[in-house]
């Protein structure tokens, strides 16, 4: 009964990507749990972070860098599996922009091809500081089929549209690739206790 | 990177990755280098390009295989028990969320020239052409006994004392057949050559119980060998064999580690060619890195980074196939282990063979992977995986390595560096946590404890 009502219900894995420091983690915090800190310790400590969206019928697994994006040591398996992607960069810092280009370019290369992209110019508030013009960054997302908005972790800004707009464009369940797959074992407490019953004898 | 870590660890395959996750969990402050710019060292699973890059330097990898983002091409291919110590690593740090994993559609092994399929239940075993109908018989009491046997409780011994009973006693006693003997030493008991014909009979007969309780998930805590193939098939209902493999390759398993660690505040370092182990009197005081050093309690890696603190002690050759079709007589298997015992081969150390598909996210859709790998034992590397390679049939293309297996010279008590043994030729992963159990007890002066997330524990 349990697999009827999750079969409705649609997971989905989103990671976040882009600089350090371009406001990854604040995001989440904001619109997962409402936060918002000024110092934001850069680790979550968590493997990741669920959201549901009851009226979409989606459930987000939510994943954070670690950290692991600072020296440029992304494991691939952060983004493997994945059925979107925020590029995350900093409209005050023009490098940030630079590296969210080359994260765009790694996930065309070696992504889920079918995997929704999303372009987020963080930190939306600091206008006075503005340093990527807002038409740049549309041109280039449009350019490259990317969804775009700029938003302010600190304010909410354009944070709960950011990932909602997500939610809709992703593919529904029968069209999307069947996860786990055909024959795939996951070794998860489910997958224990259902073994469990099967070890009478 | 100018800083001060309780440990820097280098390298980042398997072994390291674990040590990285269990340290930082354990609240430690941990530096993670390695010199390549992807993860997992000797442990890692490569695309086409990089595969291409490692074999035949300067060449493009055909159109016909496909895209090379499709490929995820192990370097030391292994498959895990399902009831294995690797499985209970991954519950215990609950690694397992980041990970997928597909069942091992059979295991064969090779008798008089064919191969047949290790029985997963009792239906297989009547019907398998392994041995003739007396020849069951015998077997099916030697299972029997080893099923119902339990080492603290002498009622299930019969009278055999099995500590001090040689391994060929035991096999006399049911009056089994070398063939016979070879199939249960080699494809459920997983030796990797006869010495343990003549050591006490226990170790074996716990290894061939693993072996059914992996397949049936019957056993809890079964450490002992025959025994670990049977724990390992009993594990999950509706098992071909013990065995289980990660979607995307075993390269995700070190990944997966990695992100624990990270999870934990690890600090992650890719592509640093240059980087180095520091020493001051013969210790291992932290690293330098181009201009850059980073101090530690301890160092931990490869033996890669500790020249002149290690030896070799051993050579495997293993060859890469990529195929269109999968190995024949297995049944168009997508998944598949054939272990070839030394004495159907004349030779002194068994050979394995390894294959996976696009169905497990290695190649490229309608490509077959197939690995055949052995110990080294004479100078001509290629000639002595022909018996293996002889199984596969045609294939589109062909990598062959011979790799050095070495070990530390030292435990890393007096110069603070510790360092991981090679990957051995074993075709399943319980010698590798081993070694990583035994490197964090040097290394934090106690065990690791993996009872307490033992899934069979928890339910008991």
Redesign the interface.
């Known amino acids: 009964m349990a697999m009827a009502e999750l079969a409705q219900q649609q997971t989905a894995k989103l990671v976040l990507l882009g600089e350090m420091g371009s406001g990854k983690s604040s995001l989440v915090l904001r619109y997962v749990k409402g936060q918002f800190f000024d110092y934001q310790a850069s ?5 990741f972070l669920t959201k549901t969206l009851p009226e979409l019928n989606v459930k987000f697994e939510i994943w954070d ?4 994006e ?4 992304l ?4 983004y ?2 994945a059925a979107a992607a925020i590029i995350v960069y900093d409209i005050t810092s023009p490098d940030s922009f630079t590296r969210a280009k080359s994260w765009v370019r790694e996930l065309q ?2 992504g889920n091809p079918n995997m929704i992209m999303a372009l987020a110019g963080n930190k939306a508030d600091l206008e006075s500081q503005r340093a990527v013009t807002a038409e740049e960054a549309q041109a280039y997302a449009a350019e490259n089929g990317l969804y775009y908005l700029e938003t302010s972790a600190k304010t909410a800004a354009n944070v709960n549209e950011l990932f909602e707009e997500i939610a809709r464009k992703l593919p529904k369940p029968e069209a999307a690739a069947p996860r ?2 055909q ?6 407490e489910d ?2 206790r ?3 019953r ?2 009478c004898c | 990177m100018n800083e001060e870590y309780d440990a820097i660890v280098l390298g980042t395959g398997l072994k390291e990755c674990i040590i990285s996750g269990l340290l930082s969990v354990d609240k430690k402050k941990v530096l993670h280098i390695d010199r390549n710019n992807y993860y997992g060292g000797e442990s890692a699973s490569l695309s086409l390009t990089q595969l291409y890059e490692r074999f035949r330097a300067g060449q493009q990898p055909p159109a016909s295989l496909g895209a090379s983002r499709d490929y995820n091409v192990d370097m030391v291919p292994k498959f895990m028990m399902a009831n294995g110590k690797l499985v209970r690593v991954l519950l215990h740090t609950d690694v397992v969320k980041y990970l997928e994993f597909k069942a091992v559609d059979g295991s064969y092994v090779l008798q008089k020239g064919k191969i047949h399929k290790v029985p997963a239940n009792d239906s297989e075993a009547l019907r398998s052409g392994l041995m003739g109908l007396f020849e069951k018989r015998r077997a099916r009491s030697f299972f029997l006994y080893v099923q119902d046997y339990e080492e603290a409780d002498p009622k299930t011994h019969k009278g055999l004392d099995l500590r001090r009973m040689t391994m060929a006693d035991l096999y006399k006693h049911f009056d089994l057949t070398e063939d016979t003997q070879d199939f249960i030493g080699h494809a459920l008991g997983l030796h990797r050559d006869d010495a343990y014909l003549t050591q006490p009979a226990l170790a074996t007969v716990l290894k061939v119980k693993l072996y059914h309780e992996s397949l049936f998930r019957g056993g809890r805590g079964g450490v002992l060998k025959v025994k670990l193939y049977h724990e390992s098939l009993f594990r999950y209902e509706g098992l071909n064999s013990p065995y289980l493999y990660p979607r995307y390759g075993l390269g995700e398993l070190p990944q997966a580690f990695a992100r624990l660690s990270a999870v934990y505040g690890g600090t992650y370092m890719l592509n640093q060619p240059g980087v180095e182990v520091m020493y001051e009197n013969g210790v291992a005081v932290g690293i330098k890195n181009g201009a850059d050093t980073a101090r530690s309690k301890l160092v931990v890696g490869d033996p890669s980074y500790f020249a002149g603190r290690v030896r070799v002690v051993g050579k495997v050759v293993r060859a890469i196939a990529i195929m269109n079709h999968p190995i024949p007589n297995t049944d168009n298997a997508h998944s598949v282990q054939i272990i070839l015992p030394q004495k159907q081969t004349g030779r002194k150390s068994d050979m394995y063979v390894f294959c996976c598909s696009y169905a497990h996210n290695v190649a490229s859709k309608d490509k077959w992977l197939a690995f055949v790998s052995t110990t080294m034992e004479t100078s001509n590397p290629e000639a002595e995986l022909s018996a293996g390679m002889a199984l596969l049939g045609p294939v589109e293309e062909k990598f062959i390595e011979v790799r050095d297996i070495c070990e530390p010279l030292e435990d890393g008590s007096k110069d603070k560096a510790y360092i991981s043994t090679g990957y051995d030729a074993t075709t399943h992963f319980e010698t590798t946590v081993e070694d990583v159990l035994d490197m964090y007890r040097r290394i934090t002066g106690r065990d690791l404890d993996l009872t307490a997330k033992d899934p069979a524990q928890v339910e008991a």
Do not use: E, N
């Open positions: 680790t979550v400590g968590a493997a860098t670690a950290g692991q600072r020296y440029h040591s494991a691939p398996m952060y493997r599996g290369r070696q786990p797959p024959g795939g074992i996951v070794l998860s997958t224990q259902q073994a469990k099967s070890t």
